[in-house]
T-cell receptor
C-alpha cells in the first residue's frame, strides 16, 4: 500500500524552542493532509487540515500561531510547534489521502512523532 | 460536525473467542468507515474498511458490518489470537478530502 513517512519519530526539545515535523507521501500525491495529536491512552484528535498551496484549516481550540502548518507541495506537509512548552508534549500523527483515488479512499498514516518538551 | 462513539473501552477475551467492538456516528453524510489497529508508539494501521453502499465486509478473521439507518457499525474478530491484542479505533468521514474522526478506542486483550 501507499506509504506516508513522518520524521522525526521522536524528538526532545527545551521549553521555548521550536520543533518541525515533516510528513511526506512517498508514492502518491496528496492535495490534503491531516495532523492529529494523541495523548497517552487517548484517541487521535484532529488538529488541522493541511491544504496544498493554501492556508491550513484549524480545529476549534487549536492555536494556529503555535502550530504552524505548511503544505508547499503535493508530497510534503510540515507542522512546526513554536515556543514549545511541556504541555505540548504529545504524539503527533499525520495522514494523507491520494488525489487520484476514488472517493472515500483509504487514509494513510505516518508512524507518528513523539515530542517531549523539557 | 461528526461525532463517533465507541464501546467498550476495554475488552478482554480468551484466545479463540470472538471479539466485537461497536461504534455509532452522528453525521448521516458520513460514508466511509475504517477500523485501525494501533500498537504502542506507532501510527494506526488500517485493518478493514467499509463504504456506505455495502452492509458487510469480511477479510479472513475480521469482518465489519454497517447499519446506515441506525448509524452504527461494528468490528468482529473471530478466533482471536494473542497478537490481536492492541488498541482498536473506529473512524468515520465523508469524501476523500475530509478528515477521519475517530472513536475513543478499545483496548483488546487476548489471553492464552
Amino acid at each position: 500500500g501507499a506509504v506516508v513517512s513522518q520524521h522525526p519519530s521522536w524528538v526532545i526539545c527545551k521549553s521555548g524552542t521550536s520543533v518541525k515535523i515533516e510528513c511526506r507521501s512517498l508514492d502518491f500525491q496528496a492535495t490534503t493532509m491531516f495532523w492529529y495529536r494523541q495523548f497517552p491512552k487517548q484517541s487521535l484528535m484532529l488538529m488541522a487540515t493541511s491544504n496544498e498551496g493554501s492556508k491550513a484549516t484549524y480545529e476549534q481550540g487549536v492555536e494556529k500561531d503555535k502550530f504552524l502548518i505548511n503544505h508547499a507541495s503535493l508530497t510534503l506537509s510540515t507542522l512546526t510547534v513554536t515556543s514549545a512548552h511541556p504541555e505540548d508534549s504529545s504524539f503527533y500523527i499525520c495522514s494523507a489521502r491520494s488525489i487520484t483515488a476514488a472517493m472515500n479512499t483509504e487514509a494513510f498514516f505516518g508512524q507518528g512523532t513523539r515530542l517531549t518538551v523539557v | 460536525g461528526e461525532n463517533v462513539e465507541q464501546h467498550p473501552s476495554t475488552l478482554s477475551v480468551q484466545e479463540g473467542d470472538s471479539a466485537v467492538i461497536k461504534c455509532t456516528y452522528s453525521d448521516s453524510a458520513s460514508n466511509y468507515f475504517p477500523w485501525y489497529k494501533q500498537e504502542l508508539g506507532k501510527g494506526p494501521q488500517l485493518i478493514i474498511d467499509i463504504r456506505s453502499n455495502v452492509g458487510e465486509k469480511k477479510d479472513q478473521r475480521i469482518a465489519v458490518t454497517l447499519n446506515k439507518t441506525a448509524k452504527h457499525f461494528s468490528l468482529h474478530i473471530t478466533e482471536t489470537q494473542p497478537e490481536d491484542s492492541a488498541v482498536y479505533f473506529c473512524a468515520a468521514s465523508y469524501g476523500a478530502g475530509t478528515a477521519l474522526i475517530f472513536g475513543k478506542g478499545t483496548t483488546l486483550s487476548v489471553s492464552s
